[in-house]
Every structure is written in C-alpha cells, then in structure tokens.
C-alpha cells in the first residue's frame, strides 16, 4: 500500500521575517486581548479553591482547567508553527511550573496554495495568541510545555495514528509537512479535539470571566476546524478525514464514554463543516476522552503526542 502522502522536491518555505512581524503583534495582542490583563488583576486562578470547584459540578479548580487547555494549546502551537514557518514557540512562551519538556519537531510545509499557505500563518497566530493570552492569566500557576512530538518518521505520532486509523501500513510514515492536503489532515487531528474539548469544559468554570474567555478561545477554535473541514472536502479528502474521525471516535468512547464524533462525509454533502449533535450544539468531550485521543489509548497516562504526558493536574 502507497504512502497516502506525496512528496516533491520543492524547498521548504520559510517565512521568515512576515511571521516574525506576526509574532510581535501577537505578544501584544496576549497582553491586551479579551480582557487579559483585567483577568490578571483580579488575583489570575490562584484564588479557585476546591471549594468553589465543588460548587461548580464537581468539576476541577479552573486554574486546573486552564492549564490542561494550555497543553493541547502548545500542542497545536507547535505543530501550525513548524508548518507555517520551521520554527517552533519561542523560549520565553515555553516556560513555568513542572517539568519543561522538548519538542519532537517539524518542518515547513512546502505550500503550492497561497491561501492554505495563508490559513496556516493565521492559525498559528491565533494559536500562539491563545498560548499568551492563558499564560497572563494563569501567572504563576502556568504550567511548563511538556514534551510533545509533532515530528516525522514512522515511530511518530502522526504515523502512528495513520497506522491506528488505516490510513498507511505499519512502518511506513505519515509525514503531514508533506504538502497542502497532508497538511489539512494533520491539523484535522487537532482542531476537532480543541472545539470538544472546550465545550466540555465549560460547565465546571466557575468564574463568569473565564468562563467568556474560554467561549472566546472555542470560537476561533470552531472556525479553525470548519475552514479545515471545509478545504478537505473541496479537496476531496472527505474519505481520509473520515478514517481519522472514526479513529476519534473509538477512542473518544472506550470505556463506555460518548463518541462525540461526526465525520465529514454526510449522504450526498462533502461539506459537512460543523461537527455537532443532533440539537445542532457542539459535540463536548471530557477530559478523559481527550486524553484518550492525544494519548493514543483508553486510559493512558501518557503517549502518542504527549509521550511523557501532560503537564499540570489533569493528565491522567
């Protein structure tokens, strides 16, 4: 069976100094944007106390919350940098509590689409922008950057999702660098888990403030995943994008949990850009079917992009 991959012998695109302008006008925008600066005033998340996260649904203090986002933040952080400029965070974003991982890293996306190209130095803005905006408002309460794997080769994440889903044969590699629909794909693995996710999230924030933050953040998130959705049906990559949906799925509802998993491809419609229930709402996942996805089993404490696990107090 073929790689589903191409390669070519195009040099790999760097941006260089357009991305580096970006990146200054993001760590502006961190400091300033939504309210972050407002939220840091009142004392960040230090002051949620596990009473409070018990009248919140016994759910986690939201500093715990904010922190867990934080990773899949960094996760995401990560890969849209490497594709969009060959370059990952910058040091001063990767710091705080805990153990600070390395970075399994990527490479530049030789683009032959000017405007995929132009959606992955968007996203990887909004992403960086979302790192900053968390970091303010957790203060000293910001966990570290793991260690992530976002690399190429077929002991890799990505491969070895490709191979769980079907997508490629054991021992051959799926490299998501690769061009514009490989690319596509390996963000699709993201974008989906990110939406749930915060949806999931929001019935145990307990302060009104980040409660609106996080709304924010799940927004851009949403409009991420169905311009993402929408690039791989045009493309006709609805099929590949199917097998990774499945794959969410099952491992989004080992142990009995909900699937909260919808594919691209609809009876007649490759264009199923929104994935959500059946009341039109958002699909919303827990913090164990997360974990399930970016770690690769039901149950883990560890793995897949994460191989030493998340940092903060919900990784496991």
């Known amino acids: 069976m073929a790689d589903i ?9 760097y941006l260089g100094t357009t991305m580096e302008l970006d990146r200054r006008r993001m760590m502006r925008r961190a400091g300033l944007g939504i309210g972050a600066a407002a939220l840091a005033a009142t004392g960040l998340l230090s002051s949620t106390t596990s009473a409070q996260a018990a009248n919140q ?40 509590t805990g153990y600070q991982g390395g970075v399994n ?15 992955a130095q968007r996203i990887a803005v909004d992403e ?13 309460n910001t966990v570290a950057e793991p260690t992530i794997d976002v690399g190429v080769g077929p002991n890799n ?13 054991k021992g051959q590699t799926f490299n998501p660098y690769a061009d514009d629909v490989s690319f596509l794909l390996g963000a699709s693995i ?38 993402i959705r929408t690039l791989l049906g045009d493309l006709g990559a609805g099929k590949a994008f199917g097998l990774i949906s499945a794959l969410r799925g099952t491992l989004s509802s080992a142990g009995g949990l909900g699937a909260a998993e919808q594919p691209i491809l609809i009876p007649g419609n490759d264009y ?22 970016v770690y690769g089993a039901a149950n883990a404490s560890s793995g897949l992009f994460f191989p030493t696990g998340l940092s903060g107090n919900i990784k496991a």
């Open 105 to 119: 890293p990527g490479i530049a996306v030789p683009f032959k689409s000017d405007a995929i190209q132009q959606y």
């Open 272 to 293: 199923n850009f929104v994935a959500n229930d059946s009341n039109g709402l958002a699909f919303r996942r827990s913090t164990r079917q997360v974990l399930n996805i």
């Open 157 to 169: 994440a990505f491969s070895v999702l490709a191979v769980a889903a079907g997508l490629i044969q």
């Open 57 to 96: 649904g016994a759910g986690p203090p939201d500093a715990d919350i904010f922190n867990f986002a934080l990773n899949l933040e960094y996760l995401e952080a990560e890969f849209y940098l490497y594709a969009a400029t060959g370059k990952g965070l910058p040091a001063n974003m990767r710091t705080g």
């Open 128 to 140: 960086m922008s979302h790192i900053g905006f968390i970091r303010t408002v957790l203060g000293a």
């Open 5 to 13: 991959v191409s390669t070519d012998n195009e040099p790999d695109v």
């Open 190 to 227: 993201f974008e989906d888990v990110g939406v749930t996710a915060y949806a999931g999230a929001a019935r145990y924030i307990g302060n009104p403030d980040f409660l609106e933050a996080a709304a924010g953040i799940l927004a851009v998130e949403a409009y991420h995943s169905g311009a």
